[in-house]
């Protein structure tokens, strides 16, 4: 036995393998991994016996923190394996490495670890009350189960609501929901060159590097991060990736064999990070004619165990939570809770979802209170160009307005009807605008990088570390380039994700793929554009249709002779491109500043079918229309707004992640309830090009907006339909059918 574990030496070697995705690959001498997890939602761990493990045959070795041979655990973040206290049921207590997978799980299943379970909280209310339960991280010096806080001030609420005629104060709630990707996470760890490669899908390379050299004592230089075909993210593939291979790196360095660790279904459900839950309790003032005269907002969110991405998501949260509204008095707390459910961090949204959909249905509730039209009240406040926002940011480039004129052109809001099977009919909307990339509360400007080269063929390779993770970013940056050098789209490639050879783009996170990463392509192409043009002795040239021409269009050589012409005279046919975001600023104290140096806009409609006998709701028609700036690829624009809708009417209508003293209760998909291509009718996804967004490229993102606008519209339809006001997700059947008996009585 091994003094750093338990470790055995009769170990045989596999053969290997070719593979698309991470989950494919075998290398010789691999071995298979499985997390051992903690059944309490707090507990002190007092002792864990790996001996039975390694009874099983093929069992090679049983390894806990202790082994763990950099940094497990960061401040209040999740540790790569629980070390002392386990705060969240599911949270790896130790891994067993095996020949086999199946060897793996035995041996993961007979490992014995004694707990003494401890004091939890579980309601972020609670949590965050003056006497919780327990301080969860007291040890740290922390007083409270505050993770978070953010607060945006403008004006002075107060005076606000003195002026309004009518006052309304409405509570909403979100649930906790799964990424729910088709590919589990998964990584493949080989020690070689004095360090690791790793093999893994991830939304930010760069970032999985950084924390798994940092956890396995290494260089970032040592660490080697190869991305393979991604089968989904929607946000996630990144800190739940980086504790997937940390562990597989920490099997792969102490025995110096390839490792390789796959989460389950069930692991992902009971281990990966989820979507914060909200609550949200809105107070708004407004005066007879519709104009709002003060807002609001308190919320509670749960980040659950740790704190993760939770920073920024509540921040985005604060800033985006009083709507796409000029209103002169706002104030907005949101706090999120340490509690000991299961993590909460990035999805798809990242904060807009539940803040959209508590602020969209709240102006439907005051536009009935004030009898007004929706579409009309909204018009009434929404900004414009010149606006001052809530954060007190003067917005430019708004399209809001252009937005609702196409709804209400395309979808008008048509008075309910029943039908003649006796269900009932109506059409409800929504608005938004987002802000773009990272924003001033993220530590780093946003900043990507990227390589173009061209080759003696006369194709061009991208080298760029943005994710492809089904947004179509890397078809986007294909074309940028290939219409900056005047080529088909057949002869660029993006080439494949390895930190030994791109280099650092940032995150796939803040739909900012294309925006950032394509200005960056834009820039390179440019810059090798004028290293090829020194092939001809023209003062101005070109490219067009793969040839360099003169500006009268005569032809003056290929573009792949120009490639080897400069190759010929010791030119290199490479360039490097950076595209830096405008700078943002944020006063934390004040609760103002330049939030995002743009914002993006869109609008929707949805109309539902209820039955009011089984409350079942059937979303018949789905007009979700978003203003992109420039729309580089048509097809993918649209089918990145279907698929945020998709994503959506999960989010809205079956899914919910339910716990009982923090363990939950939907194990696998049989009682975690995705929607499937029966539950859709007719999504109509509609790119926009009103105005340009504030970038060279011109360009918005689309990718999570999309996610934010079905919730709101199918309750504001729900409640002209039925008359009944559902300010709880997901709108099940149950919590329907409730509420419309409630109302009958």
């Known amino acids: ?66 082994d763990i041979l950099g940094v497990n655990q960061g401040p209040q973040d999740k540790p790569m394996l629980a070390m002392n206290i386990v705060n969240s049921a599911g949270d790896g207590v130790a891994v067993v490495a095996a020949e086999t997978q199946a060897a793996a799980d035995q041996g993961a299943a007979l490992v014995q670890v004694d707990y003494r379970p401890l004091p939890s909280v579980f309601d972020p209310a609670e949590a965050l009350s003056e006497q919780p339960p327990v301080v969860l991280y007291q040890a740290d010096g922390l007083a409270d189960n505050v993770a978070c806080q953010h607060q945006v001030t403008k004006g002075d609420v107060d005076q606000g609501f003195r002026e309004a005629d009518v006052i309304l104060e409405r509570t909403y709630r979100t649930q906790r929901v799964q990424h729910s990707a088709l ?18 899908p991830c939304k930010f390379p760069y970032h999985i590097k950084e924390r798994v050299a940092a956890a396995c004592g290494l260089l970032q230089s040592q660490v080697r991060i190869v991305q393979p075909a991604i089968g989904g993210s929607f946000g996630g593939k990144d800190i739940d990736i980086v504790v997937v291979a940390v562990r597989a790196a920490t099997v792969a360095l102490r025995t110096g064999r390839p490792c390789k660790m796959t989460w389950s279904r069930e692991e992902c459900l009971m281990e990966g990070s989820k979507r914060h839950p909200f609550q949200l309790t809105y107070r708004v003032g407004a005066m007879r004619d519709g104009r709002i005269t003060a807002m609001k907002i308190e919320g509670i969110a749960d980040a659950g165990a740790y704190r993760s991405r939770s920073l920024a998501t509540i921040w985005r949260a ?62 009434k406040n929404i900004v414009h160009e010149g606006s001052i926002g809530a954060t007190g940011q003067v917005l430019t480039h708004v399209s809001i307005d252009r937005c609702l004129d196409k709804l209400e052109e395309i979808f008008p809001l048509e008075e309910p009807k029943i039908t003649a099977e006796g269900k009932l009919r109506a059409r409800g909307i929504a608005c938004l605008h987002r802000g773009e990339s990272y924003g001033a509360a993220a530590r780093d400007a946003d900043v990507a990088g990227t390589d173009v080269r061209a080759f003696a063929d006369g194709s061009v390779g991208i ?80 490219f067009q249709d793969g040839w360099l021409t003169r500006t009268d269009g005569t032809r003056l050589m290929t573009f792949s002779e120009a490639v080897k012409t400069c190759m010929s005279r010791g030119i290199r046919t490479d360039a490097a491109g950076q595209w830096v975001a405008p700078r943002t600023n944020w006063d934390f104290q004040r609760g103002q500043g330049k939030t995002y140096y743009a914002f993006s806009y869109g609008a929707a409609g949805a109309e ?3 039955d009011p006998v089984t409350g079942k709701v059937e979303v018949l028609n789905l007009l979700c229309l978003h203003d992109i700036g420039r729309i580089v690829n048509y097809p993918e624009a649209c089918g990145q707004i279907a698929g945020g809708v998709a994503m959506a009417m999960g989010y809205t209508l079956t899914e919910a992640l339910e716990s009982r003293d923090g363990v939950l209760k939907n194990r696998n998909f049989d009682t975690y309830l995705l929607p499937t291509a029966l539950d859709f009718h007719r999504i109509q996804a509609v790119p926009l090009e009103e105005i340009a967004a504030e970038n060279p490229l011109g360009v918005h993102g689309v990718g999570e907006a999309s996610t934010a606008l079905v919730a709101p519209a199918v309750a504001n339809a729900i409640a002209r339909a039925a008359g009944i006001r559902l300010r709880t997700l997901p709108f099940s059947l149950e919590r329907v059918r409730s509420a419309m008996k409630k109302e009958e009585t």
Do not use: W
């Open 1 to 66: 036995m091994d003094q750093k574990g338990f470790v055995r030496a009769d170990v045989r070697e596999k053969v290997t393998g070719q593979a698309h995705y991470a989950d494919d690959l075998t290398f010789p001498g691999m071995l298979y991994a499985r997390t051992v997890h903690c059944p309490h939602p707090r507990a002190e761990i007092l002792k864990i016996d790996g001996s039975r493990a390694l009874t099983v045959p093929g069992v090679a070795g049983v390894y806990t923190a202790a």
């Open 183 to 200: 590919e589990a996470d998964v990584a493949v760890v080989v020690p070689e060159n004095g360090g690791i490669t790793v093999y893994c």
């Open 318 to 379: 604060a800033v985006e939570a009083a709507g796409p509204y000029e209103i002169p008095n706002v104030s907005t707390r949101i706090r999120a809770a340490f509690t000991n459910n299961v993590y909460s961090d990035a999805v798809r949204g990242f904060g807009s979802p539940q803040v959209d959909f508590a602020s969209e249905s709240l102006m439907d509730e005051l536009a009935q209170e004030l009898g007004m039209d929706p579409l009309t009240l909204r018009r």
């Open 463 to 542: 080298y760029t570390s943005i994710s492809e993770v089904g947004q179509g970013t890397h078809t986007a940056m294909a074309k940028v380039c290939a219409d900056v050098l005047g080529l088909p789209l057949t002869q660029v490639q993006v080439c494949p994700v390895d930190t030994a050879f791109v280099p650092d783009s940032g995150a796939t996170a803040g739909s900012r793929g294309t925006i950032s990463g394509g200005n960056a392509v834009r820039i390179a192409a440019e810059n090798l554009r004028a290293i090829l043009s020194s092939a001809v002795d023209e003062e101005k040239v070109i």
């Open 608 to 610: 539902v079918e209820i």
